[in-house]
């Protein structure tokens, strides 16, 4: 057994050999996405994930990661799971969609008008 | 107002935070996970500085600068409980005495909130969704490893068995509780213990974990009169090494 003063070492019990004991259950924790409000009332935003066993845990490691130097007022934790997302693979069906500007409030040209109107009348 | 009481509270409350945040600060690096590890640090950050408030209390009070108070004094001039001078042992033992102590720790500052000595009620509702987030942190913990697997349940168990004395040293009485308590400063440690039992009742059930039997309750005293283990002496001359070698350094 490899006995080292690194403790993350000296637990998990290697071999001289280096052979590591295969993964047991709990080994691997699960991961959780995390967003964060800044200000009440605002969205939450996607600041990223955390390793955690339960949903209470990945509260706290959230608040650490992602809430301990900005300003937070909530945390939201997802179980990466839960999350059903579309696929690469269809990344196609976005393809026309730079093509739509007219969808885009910046896609009317209004701004010209506006500063003209101003300039024409003097409005400030 | 009476002085030598409040300096006496306050040197017993930041000495068990330095110590305590010292310790907990030996895990930086180590933690379990990385996420776990920069929660328990950054903890024990918040635990010198809340030390640091209260030295600065003291130092208002006449008493030396908070780095010279915090790191030139001996073992036998600290105040804090043995509990929180013993070494880190394993996770289990350093959750369980998280635990127990920042119950205590919450508690206490909840009870100062309302104190007639104006700077540590201010220091008290200033740290308060700080130390709510450290007890959450550790109930989390507590409760988790108690419902885990037996291996977990049982190293709980036992880092509880071990933890007790000296968690009930925590609360050893002052020479000044009867003055704290006319002057409405502090209402004492037995009214503390007794909340403190109240509130970490409950989560030591959620945990399916046993408080040790009331007839095997021996609390360790004399911390807060300078009798310690030897474990404190080897912490305070390596917490302070850096300190020593030239106190009068500006940083």
Known sequence: MINSLDPRIAREKINEDNTIAPLTEMDNWETYEVFHQKKRGEQHEHVGIVHAPNNEMALLFGKEQYGRRGISVNIWVVKTSNVFASDYDDADIFETVPDKQYREAGGYKVMEMINKYKKENKVK | ?251
């Open chain 2, 1 to 251: 107002m009476n002085v030598t009481a409040i300096k006496d509270l306050l040197y017993k409350m930041a000495d068990d935070l330095l110590i305590i945040g010292h310790r907990n600060s030996e895990w930086t690096g180590l933690g379990p996970i990385l996420e776990e590890d920069i929660a328990f640090s950054s903890m024990a950050q918040d635990k010198i500085g809340q030390a640091g408030a209260l030295f600065e209390i003291l130092h208002e009070l006449g008493e030396g600068e908070p780095d010279t108070v915090a790191f030139m004094r001996d073992a036998n001039k600290m105040h804090c409980s043995q509990f929180v001078e013993l070494p880190n042992g394993e996770y289990d033992f350093s959750i369980m005495r998280h635990f127990l102590f920042d119950h205590a720790d919450q508690l206490r500052f909840e009870m100062l909130a309302n104190s007639s000595f104006e700077p540590l009620a201010q220091v008290a509702k200033k740290i308060k969704g700080e130390l709510k987030y450290h007890v959450f942190h550790a109930n989390t913990w507590v409760v988790k490893l108690g419902n885990g697997s037996e291996e977990s349940k049982a190293r709980m168990q036992t880092a509880l068995n071990e933890s007790w004395n000296y968690a009930l040293g925590m609360f050893e009485a002052g020479d000044f509780e009867k003055e704290l308590q006319s002057e409405n400063i502090f209402k004492g440690e037995e009214a503390l213990k007794t909340r403190w039992m109240a509130n970490i009742t409950p989560f030591i059930e959620k945990a399916n974990l046993k408080i040790p039997d009331q007839s095997t309750w021996e609390p360790i005293l004399g911390g807060r009169k300078g009798y310690h283990t030897d474990y404190l002496q080897k912490l305070v001359e390596e917490m302070g090494e850096v300190f020593r070698l030239d106190p009068t350094a500006q940083w």
